[in-house]
Structures are given as structure tokens and as C-alpha cells.
């Protein structure tokens, strides 16, 4: 009762942020998804990301670790699923990414704090960076079909990682005034891509749900496997092998969906994988949460 009643507590604030989104949306109110989606993206977030590495407590050689396993664990999550759609006869430009790189940043980032507090937190950011030069790099070359490394070093949530991780390992320090300011900036990310989130899945369209809840359980259960192994192997500390477990175990992100259309990937099929994906994660959450704790 006790450990339901924890989980609960910790998954409410998400549920909550994101129905406000859903609300909003469902009362006609104007959202620019694609607005606040860059802000977040390309201002917020790579503040967040630079803060909580620039400040984090947490010993340099366990971030490496983490990042290390955080690059194995897709790996492996991204082999294990591109296997299954071969052999399944599913096109792999659709489905490889979207099911491979989850929703980290507007779910796992904000579930991290909440379940495993700020060292939790700084773990999971260094799980999202990892997955998020992966997909700037092999996630849009899956999906467009065209090599795009120039684009991921385009990127500030890449540039904020470098210079986050170069100010950790030299132990430098910012003005005051420049930490108050980056922080500042940082914590809007949180609950706008929350609210964001549910924004977003009331304006998806989408298609053959029976598939789409075949390949999102199949995803559940490859993305907490792969990492739960990877973590044991690699004798993670507890805090960073949760952090991975959940961040690697996040359902399908609606930026999946916004590039398959940009690129005429089939976007709704993958639609479907967003709406079901998310669905299903509200069960799946709460199980994956008590396994970790």
C-alpha cells in the first residue's frame, strides 16, 4: 500500500501537467505546439541540461558510466527491434526510430525528479543527452534516409552537454547572476513539455491501433529489459540503473510523429505508436516504478 501510494504520488504531477495540455486543447484554446516545442527544445532545455551538469554532485566517473550505458542499452534496444521488423516485414524507416528513441525529455526528465529526486535527475539528463545526439544523428538519417551529423552539431542541446560535461570534469563555475539566470530559464521546461505532450496527442490522427499496440508492448517490454540487463551488468549504482531503466522505458515521443511527417515516414502510423505507446505507459509506469524503487 505503501509503495502504490509512493507511486502514485510521483506519477500525479505528470498525469495532472499533461491533462491540462489535453484540457486546453480539448476547450479550443490556441497552443503552437511547433512554438513552444523550439523553445523548449533549443533555449530551455539545453539550460536545464548545462545547470544540472555544471551543479550536480554526483561523481564525474558515474555520469561516464551512465552515458556509457545509456549508449549500449539503444544500442542494443535499436538491434534487438530492427531484428523483429525485419523479420515481421515492417518498414523499418517507419517504425525503427520512433520505437527505439522514446519520449525522455517532456516525460522521462520530469519523471526522474519526481521519482529519484535531483541526483535521479541529473542521471536521467545525461541518459536524455545520450539519446538525443542518437537521434539528431541515426534517428533522422533512419527516417529521411539521409545522413545528418551537420545537423546534430546544429544542435544546442548537444553543444549544452559538451559544455556542461567540460565544466563538470575542470570544475568551473559561473557568475551568480549567469547560474540564477540559466536556472531560471531551465525550469520552465518541465511542465511546458508536459503540457505540451498533452497538446500534442489530441491533435495526432491515428492509424491501425491493433499494430500500434502490438509493436508498443513489444517496445516496453525490449526497452526495460535491454537496459535492466546492461545496468546489473555494468553494476550501475541504484539511482542511475533507474534513471535508465525509465528514461530508455519512456513511450514513443511526439517529435517521432512531427518527423515522420516532415519526412513522409507513414506519420500515422506512428501516430498510432504515440497515442498507444503513451496509453499504455500510464499501466506501465506505475509497474516499471515499483521495480526500481
Given at each position: 500500500?505503501?509503495?502504490?501510494?509512493?507511486v502514485?504520488?510521483i506519477?500525479?504531477?505528470v498525469?495532472?501537467l499533461?491533462?491540462?495540455?489535453f484540457?486546453w486543447?480539448?476547450l479550443?484554446?490556441?497552443?503552437?505546439?511547433?512554438?513552444v516545442?523550439r523553445?523548449t527544445?533549443?533555449?530551455?532545455?539545453?539550460?536545464?541540461?548545462?545547470?544540472?551538469?555544471?551543479?550536480?554532485?554526483?561523481?564525474?566517473?558515474?555520469?561516464?558510466i551512465?552515458a556509457?550505458a545509456?549508449?549500449?542499452?539503444?544500442?542494443?534496444v535499436?538491434?534487438?527491434?530492427?531484428?523483429?521488423?525485419?523479420?515481421?516485414?515492417?518498414?523499418?524507416?517507419?517504425?525503427?526510430a520512433?520505437l527505439?528513441?522514446?519520449?525522455?525529455?517532456?516525460?522521462?526528465?520530469?519523471?526522474?525528479f519526481?521519482?529519484?529526486?535531483?541526483?535521479?535527475?541529473?542521471?536521467?539528463?545525461?541518459?536524455f543527452?545520450?539519446?538525443?545526439f542518437?537521434?539528431?544523428?541515426?534517428?533522422?538519417?533512419?527516417?529521411?534516409?539521409?545522413?545528418?551529423?551537420?545537423?546534430?552539431?546544429?544542435?544546442?542541446?548537444?553543444w549544452?552537454?559538451v559544455?556542461?560535461?567540460?565544466?563538470?570534469?575542470?570544475?568551473?563555475?559561473?557568475?551568480?547572476?549567469?547560474?540564477?539566470?540559466?536556472?531560471?530559464?531551465?525550469?520552465?521546461?518541465?511542465p511546458?513539455?508536459?503540457?505540451?505532450?498533452?497538446?500534442?496527442?489530441?491533435r495526432?490522427?491515428p492509424?491501425?491501433?491493433?499494430?500500434?499496440?502490438?509493436?508498443?508492448?513489444l517496445?516496453?517490454?525490449?526497452?526495460?529489459?535491454?537496459?535492466?540487463g546492461?545496468?546489473?551488468?555494468?553494476?550501475l549504482?541504484?539511482?542511475?540503473?533507474?534513471?535508465l531503466?525509465?528514461?530508455v522505458?519512456?513511450?514513443?515521443?511526439?517529435?517521432?510523429?512531427?518527423?515522420?511527417?516532415?519526412y513522409?515516414?507513414?506519420?500515422?502510423?506512428v501516430?498510432?505508436?504515440v497515442?498507444?505507446?503513451t496509453?499504455?505507459?500510464?499501466?506501465?509506469?506505475?509497474?516499471?516504478?515499483a521495480?526500481?524503487?
Amino acid at each position: 500500500m505503501l509503495l502504490a501510494l509512493e507511486v502514485l504520488q510521483i506519477i500525479a504531477p505528470v498525469i495532472l501537467l499533461a491533462g491540462v495540455g489535453f484540457a486546453w486543447a480539448w476547450l479550443g484554446f490556441e497552443y503552437k505546439v511547433q512554438f513552444v516545442t523550439r523553445l523548449t527544445m533549443n533555449l530551455s532545455v539545453p539550460a536545464l541540461i548545462f545547470t544540472a551538469l555544471i551543479k550536480t554532485e554526483i561523481d564525474p566517473e558515474a555520469l561516464r558510466i551512465t552515458a556509457f550505458a545509456a549508449t549500449l542499452a539503444y544500442i542494443g534496444v535499436a538491434v534487438a527491434l530492427a531484428v523483429f521488423l525485419r523479420i515481421a516485414g515492417y518498414n523499418i524507416r517507419t517504425f525503427l526510430a520512433p520505437l527505439v528513441f522514446g519520449n525522455t525529455g517532456n516525460l522521462g526528465l520530469p519523471l526522474a525528479f519526481f521519482a529519484f529526486g535531483q541526483a535521479g535527475f541529473d542521471y536521467a539528463v545525461v541518459v536524455f543527452a545520450v539519446m538525443a545526439f542518437l537521434s539528431f544523428t541515426i534517428g533522422v538519417w533512419l527516417v529521411s534516409g539521409k545522413a545528418s551529423p551537420v545537423n546534430a552539431i546544429k544542435q544546442p542541446i548537444v553543444w549544452a552537454t559538451v559544455l556542461g560535461s567540460l565544466f563538470l570534469a575542470n570544475g568551473w563555475g559561473l557568475p551568480t547572476w549567469g547560474l540564477n539566470t540559466l536556472e531560471l530559464l531551465g525550469q520552465i521546461a518541465i511542465p511546458l513539455m508536459l503540457i505540451t505532450l498533452g497538446v500534442a496527442i489530441t491533435r495526432l490522427k491515428p492509424a491501425s491501433l491493433g499494430r500500434a499496440f502490438g509493436l508498443s508492448f513489444l517496445k516496453l517490454l525490449i526497452c526495460v529489459v535491454v537496459p535492466a540487463g546492461i545496468g546489473l551488468w555494468l553494476g550501475l549504482p541504484p539511482v542511475a540503473f533507474a534513471a535508465l531503466v525509465v528514461q530508455v522505458a519512456t513511450p514513443v515521443a511526439v517529435t517521432s510523429y512531427m518527423l515522420a511527417e516532415k519526412y513522409e515516414a507513414d506519420p500515422d502510423e506512428v501516430a498510432g505508436l504515440v497515442v498507444v505507446s503513451t496509453l499504455l505507459s500510464v499501466v506501465a509506469i506505475p509497474l516499471i516504478l515499483a521495480f526500481v524503487l
